[in-house]
């Protein structure tokens, strides 16, 4: 099965820790994309030509998706680390829950926040 | 203290923390209303020391943070493990030219 | 009841039996009945039939748990029977654990402590000396953690949950001294490392020891 039974995981925990991985590497390679993106400021010309192109309506579902995979990778993130010294183990379904919702309201928050900025 | 592993793992945490008022702080700066993102704001926040202080803060702990996830997620593999070594090389290289050019990019302002 | 069972010789294949159901009748009774009435040529490990001897763990509809602590009243339609993942199969339901006993063995299980056997003393411990490690010491080495944690399921060499629960247990013993040279042995880049906290193991542990705590709590002793 390789390194595909990463994914095969039921309990929620095990979903948490695949969309952990799969946001993890998703934000990894949106960085290496942000530091090439920002070669551009170099010149005002090809800066305003991009951000044109990509501060708009067009790519706010990338953006949004995006948020997503940052205000999930990051909550869960901060759940892993208080687990991983050893605490609260044994709550770890009710913080699971409170995380879901956290991610939703961060998401809808943030993704509504954008999308005011992107005017009309 | 038992070697590079256990610090990792300490650092993989702090900065993952601190990241989450850094990158929330980057996201209000850059996208609470789009005038931010205008190029000569964008150029005259890059001039500025505070913002520079802050950028490199960011990009420190952004680099290390996820190469080292990356690395952890290549020696969960018996394919990764076995060339430990090989693994920690590469992806240091990778990680340090990606903040040095960051770091570039923030010298240029 | 329709018991379906993943069957290995060569190759892999599923199997259907029909199984009269009697009241309080396990998963384990149901294979023994295979064995005895239907196909005596059925594969399976088990012992001591009571949760002891952690010999007959197997996946049932999914999940890994004991054949013999799993009522066949749970389930209502069929239930699926198969060999635990990350283990090699040997035969149907048999798994090879060599490899999984020699990660045991690994972290050193047993009290390391000078003792003077010309002139024998108890050891005493007070109940809250034993409550340190008492739930990590119920471990019966029936695999169900490493068969479902993900970082075993990619690096054969990774200590795994149950090696780490018994690494935990000794070294939070009042008695044992050896707390630095097993802390050295889990500390390796195949050991603690490499849990990512998916919980895997602390929800298939059928003596719920949480085994995903005590390789955190290990991690917290390698801090200082
Ligand atoms: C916003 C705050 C963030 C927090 C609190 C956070 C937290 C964490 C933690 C605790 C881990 C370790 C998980 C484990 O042991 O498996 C982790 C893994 C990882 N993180 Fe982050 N992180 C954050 C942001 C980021 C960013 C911005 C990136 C990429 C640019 C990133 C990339 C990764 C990668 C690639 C992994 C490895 C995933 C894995 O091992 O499965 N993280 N993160
Ligand atoms: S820790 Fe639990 S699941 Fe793992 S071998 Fe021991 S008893 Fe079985
Ligand atoms: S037969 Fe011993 S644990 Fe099931």
Same mark, same amino acid.
């Given at each position: 099965?390789?390194?595909?039974?990463?994914?095969?995981?039921?309990?929620?925990?095990?979903?948490?820790?695949?969309?952990?991985?799969?946001?993890?590497?998703?934000?990894?390679?949106?960085?290496?994309?942000?530091?090439?993106?920002?070669?551009?400021?170099?010149?005002?010309?090809?800066?305003?030509?991009?951000?044109?192109?990509?501060?708009?309506?067009?790519?706010?579902?990338?953006?949004?998706?995006?948020?997503?995979?940052?205000?999930?990778?990051?909550?869960?993130?901060?759940?892993?680390?208080?687990?991983?010294?050893?605490?609260?183990?044994?709550?770890?379904?009710?913080?699971?829950?409170?995380?879901?919702?956290?991610?939703?309201?961060?998401?809808?928050?943030?993704?509504?926040?954008?999308?005011?900025?992107?005017?009309? | 203290?038992?070697?590079?592993?256990?610090?990792?793992?300490?650092?993989?945490?702090?900065?993952?923390?601190?990241?989450?008022?850094?990158?929330?702080?980057?996201?209000?700066?850059?996208?609470?209303?789009?005038?931010?993102?205008?190029?000569?704001?964008a150029v005259s926040r890059l001039g500025s020391f505070e913002y520079k202080v802050f950028y490199f803060f960011l990009?420190?702990?952004?680099?290390?943070?996820?190469?080292?996830?990356?690395?952890?997620?290549?020696?969960?593999?018996?394919?990764?493990?076995?060339?430990?070594?090989?693994?920690?090389?590469?992806?240091?290289?990778?990680?340090?030219?990606?903040?040095?050019?960051?770091?570039?990019?923030?010298?240029?302002? | 009841?329709?018991?379906?069972?993943?069957?290995?010789?060569?190759?892999?294949?599923?199997?259907?039996?029909?199984?009269?159901?009697?009241?309080?009748?396990?998963?384990?009774?149901?294979?023994?009945?295979?064995?005895?009435?239907?196909?005596?040529?059925?594969?399976?490990?088990?012992?001591?039939?009571?949760?002891?001897?952690?010999?007959?763990?197997?996946?049932?509809?999914?999940?890994?748990?004991?054949?013999?602590?799993?009522?066949?009243?749970?389930?209502?339609?069929?239930?699926?029977?198969?060999?635990?993942?990350?283990?090699?199969?040997?035969?149907?339901?048999?798994?090879?654990?060599? %490899?999984?006993?020699?990660?045991?063995?690994? &972290?050193?299980? /047993?009290?390391?402590? =000078?003792?003077?056997?010309? $002139?024998?003393? #108890?050891?005493?411990?007070?109940?809250?000396?034993?409550?340190?490690?008492?739930?990590?010491?119920?471990?019966?080495?029936?695999?169900?953690?490493?068969?479902?944690?993900?970082?075993?399921?990619?690096?054969? %060499?990774?200590?795994?949950?149950?090696?780490? &629960?018994?690494? /935990?247990?000794?070294? =939070?013993?009042?008695?044992? $001294?050896?707390? #630095?040279?097993?802390?050295?042995?889990?500390?390796?880049?195949?050991?603690?490392?490499?849990?990512?906290?998916?919980?895997?193991?602390?929800?298939?542990?059928?003596?719920?020891?949480?085994?995903?705590?005590?390789?955190?709590?290990?991690?917290?002793?390698?801090?200082?």
């Amino acid at each position: 099965m390789g390194i595909l039974s990463w994914f095969k995981y039921r309990s929620p925990f095990g979903i948490a820790f695949m969309l952990q991985r799969i946001t993890g590497v998703v934000l990894l390679l949106y960085l290496c994309l942000h530091l090439v993106y920002l070669t551009s400021l170099q010149s005002k010309e090809l800066y305003e030509s991009l951000t044109s192109l990509t501060v708009s309506k067009q790519f706010f579902v990338f953006d949004s998706l995006l948020i997503l995979c940052g205000i999930f990778h990051g909550l869960n993130g901060l759940r892993i680390v208080v687990h991983e010294l050893g605490f609260a183990h044994e709550k770890r379904k009710p913080i699971l829950a409170v995380l879901v919702v956290l991610t939703i309201l961060g998401w809808v928050l943030g993704s509504y926040i954008l999308y005011t900025a992107l005017g009309d | 203290m038992r070697g590079f592993e256990p610090i990792a793992w300490i650092f993989q945490a702090l900065t993952g923390i601190a990241m989450v008022f850094l990158i929330t702080a980057h996201f209000l700066t850059t996208h609470a209303n789009h005038e931010m993102l205008s190029y000569e704001n964008a150029v005259s926040r890059l001039g500025s020391f505070e913002y520079k202080v802050f950028y490199f803060f960011l990009l420190l702990f952004v680099t290390f943070h996820a190469f080292n996830g990356l690395r952890a997620i290549i020696l969960d593999t018996d394919g990764g493990m076995r060339r430990k070594k090989v693994v920690n090389a590469v992806i240091s290289v990778i990680a340090l030219v990606a903040f040095f050019y960051g770091a570039f990019l923030l010298s240029r302002f | 009841m329709r018991l379906l069972i993943r069957r290995f010789d060569e190759k892999s294949y599923w199997q259907s039996f029909e199984v009269p159901v009697k009241r309080g009748m396990t998963v384990l009774d149901a294979l023994f009945y295979v064995r005895e009435n239907l196909d005596p040529t059925l594969a399976f490990r088990a012992s001591c039939r009571m949760g002891i001897c952690g010999s007959c763990a197997v996946k049932i509809n999914g999940k890994p748990r004991l054949a013999c602590e799993t009522q066949i009243s749970k389930f209502k339609k069929e239930i699926k029977v198969e060999p635990i993942d990350n283990f090699k199969v040997i035969r149907d339901l048999v798994t090879e654990f060599e %490899g999984f006993f020699a990660k045991h063995k690994k &972290v050193k299980p /047993y009290l390391i402590a =000078e003792a003077d056997y010309e $002139n024998p003393v #108890e050891w005493l411990q007070t109940p809250k000396e034993l409550s340190r490690y008492y739930v990590f010491s119920l471990c019966i080495k029936c695999g169900a953690c490493a068969s479902v944690c993900p970082a075993s399921a990619t690096l054969n %060499g990774y200590l795994g949950p149950a090696a780490l &629960v018994s690494a /935990y247990r000794f070294n =939070e013993d009042s008695r044992d $001294n050896g707390k #630095e040279e097993r802390l050295k042995i889990v500390s390796d880049s195949v050991g603690v490392w490499r849990c990512h906290s998916a919980m895997e193991c602390s929800e298939v542990c059928p003596k719920q020891i949480e085994p995903a705590k005590a390789i955190q709590l290990l991690r917290r002793s390698l801090l200082r």
